[in-house]
């Protein structure tokens, strides 16, 4: 176990077996991280015991196995609240991942709320899953969904943004850190901002939980989400913080098991938070898996990680922008853990599948962004994704990669 105060990439790599692979002759360097991340031997293992040792359902049994269960799921909920710095653990909630959170907040928060001509405001470098959600729930009410405005550099402008806050505002939509783009938005001083104007604010803090300390009090956050598989967790599970009054008075989202306190034909009636948003089974295993993997990235000297982190982008960037032909995608002054960039001559998909070869895993594509292609104007990019295990040999073999994408086409 690496302690908070010897964050050393060489140790902590050691912890990830995954990374020991290798793809051919070629070691594998995973630069992918920000469609997902790899899983440490602490989250392998804690998952591991608990099939071996306390599988059960929760909430139900009154047998020994089922209590055991339940015991390190409610402490998994707990380490959550820490990890989110919230008030309370009732207001972490379990979902299937990011995408369901905001699905959950449209449908539960919005819908019942929203009338014809409310506006729902969303940068423009939003993950698709931070806009068709609204877009359905526009639909189903009349409300209208308006883009804020982004610069040239992939920073959302905020005189614009300031000018489009109004009283019909009612919900306000930002990612704290872009996937495509990398830009960390200043969300403390917009969510103010917001509610100055009436509005609820919901965080889509995907790529945030892997590399920023997050304190959803601190920042006021009204809805706040997260997608468990890219901070080192498991698949299948992403946490939807909400402020306590707010999911009091939401309806629930899905009916079932667990999320009821009497049904009848006549009725049912529904059980406080957070059961009321959690109907069914949930990822038991997964969600003690989590837990692991939160107490162990606490551990971790978080601000050295993050200081780790700008330094492989800082790397990157440099060693990339002295090729010729490359094109960097997104130069916000804040930025985190992401290097989108094109080429003159390749197709992103091109780059991709000659770093393939040289045992480099990127992502190529629009990285479910378009509406932020479009505005800055390509049609896709090639995204290098760092973790806090990828190290400085692993970005110049990118960048040699990229200098053999070059010979290539030219
Ligand atoms: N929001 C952001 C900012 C994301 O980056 C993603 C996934 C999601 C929401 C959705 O998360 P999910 O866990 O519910 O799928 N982003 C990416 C990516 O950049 N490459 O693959 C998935």
Redesign the pocket.
Known sequence: MVTATSFSVEAIRKEFPILATRLGDKPLVYL?N???AQKPQVTLDAMDEFWRTSNANIHRGVHHLSQMATAQFDTARETVRRFLGARHAHECLFT???????NLVAQSYARPRLKPADEILLSTM??H??IVPWQLVAEQTGAIVRPIPINDDGEIDLAAYGRLLNERTKIVGL??????LGTINPIKAMIAQAHAAGAVVLI?G??AGPHLPIDVQDLDADFY?L????IYAP?GM?VLYGKEALLEAMPPYHGGGDMIRTVSFEGSTFAGLPNKFEAGTPNVGGVVGLGATLKWLMALDREEVERHEAELVGYAETLLSDIPGVRLIGKARQKAAIVSFVMDTAHPHDIGTVLDAEGIAI?AGH???MPVMERLGVPATA?A?FGLYNTREEVEALARGVQKVKEIFG
């Open positions: 992918d920000a469609a997902t299937k991942g990011c995408t369901e959170g905001i939003e993950h899953s931070n990612v704290h850190i872009s996937n495509s889509d995907a790529q989400t997608s468990c598989h890219k698949t992403g992502r990285h479910c962004c995204r994704s």
